[in-house]
């Protein structure tokens, strides 16, 4: 099985709602990673998880919150967001930091 | 911080002519991967280089890694309809990934 898969594909919430994104890879991957992805550029880092530890965090704004339960599952937890936020949030897993990484599908979230 | 540079940012060609993006990287890489996103889709892996000088053929996409690992390229020969994406070039460094801006290719049939 080499497929990441993310729920939901889409999703529409207002800047007072509480909502999350999940991932899911069972491919004994042992690095998560979340990424966001605005219209015609590349994917911006946001999280990283490293053996179900979150090793990197870039500078994301705090109503954005990673979860990481097990090694197959990563959760990212979306409260107040602004209407900003509204891009393509994509998953990926990898064997480790360096190695080639796998995205799922991504949610397409739209904030209003 | 460490950057990686892609150029052309966009790229429109007459199908079945020939088609290459570049990458430059302010500092020296462990390995460069290439990816492919799809209108609408998700970037999805191509390939991986790891050594200095390397070369690695797909039917018609050839990568290099240049010779002081800070350089690639990716060189589509006689593009088709489906060839039409983003190639992304990542660069592989201290642990992280370095996502280049990725070169938009469109193809006229």
């Known amino acids: 099985d080499t497929e990441v898969t993310q729920t939901p594909k889409h999703l529409v919430m207002g800047m007072t709602n509480k909502k999350s994104l999940k991932c899911e890879q069972h491919?004994?991957?042992?690095?998560m990673y979340w990424y966001k992805q605005k219209a015609k550029k590349p994917p911006e880092l946001m999280f990283v998880?490293?053996?179900?530890?979150?090793?990197i965090n870039e500078s994301v704004p705090s109503r954005f919150s990673p979860e990481c339960p097990n090694s197959s599952l990563l959760n990212l937890h979306l409260h107040a967001l602004q209407p900003e936020d509204s891009a393509l949030y994509l998953c990926?897993?990898?064997?480790?930091?360096?190695?080639?990484?796998?995205f799922g599908p991504g949610t397409r979230l739209l904030v209003l | 911080g460490q950057q990686v540079m892609q150029i052309p940012q966009y790229q429109h060609v007459q199908e079945g002519e020939d088609f290459t993006t570049y990458c430059n990287s302010s500092?020296?890489?462990?390995?460069i991967q290439w990816y492919k996103q799809r209108p609408g889709g998700h970037p999805v892996f191509l390939i991986q280089?790891?050594?200095?000088?390397e070369v690695k053929k797909q039917k018609r996409l050839t990568f290099q890694f240049g010779e002081a690992k800070k350089n690639s390229s990716l060189h589509i020969t006689a593009t088709q309809t489906t060839d039409v994406g983003t190639y992304f070039c990542?660069?592989?460094?201290?642990?992280?990934?370095?996502f280049g801006k990725g070169t938009k290719l469109s193809v006229k049939p």
């Open positions: 990926a897993s990898s064997q480790d930091g360096e190695e080639t990484q796998y």
């Open positions: 491919m004994g991957h042992r690095a």
């Open positions: 998880y490293s053996y179900e530890k979150l090793s």
């Open positions: 500092t020296t890489l462990s390995n």
């Open positions: 280089l790891v050594k200095s000088g």
């Open positions: 990542v660069g592989g460094s201290q642990g992280n990934l370095i």
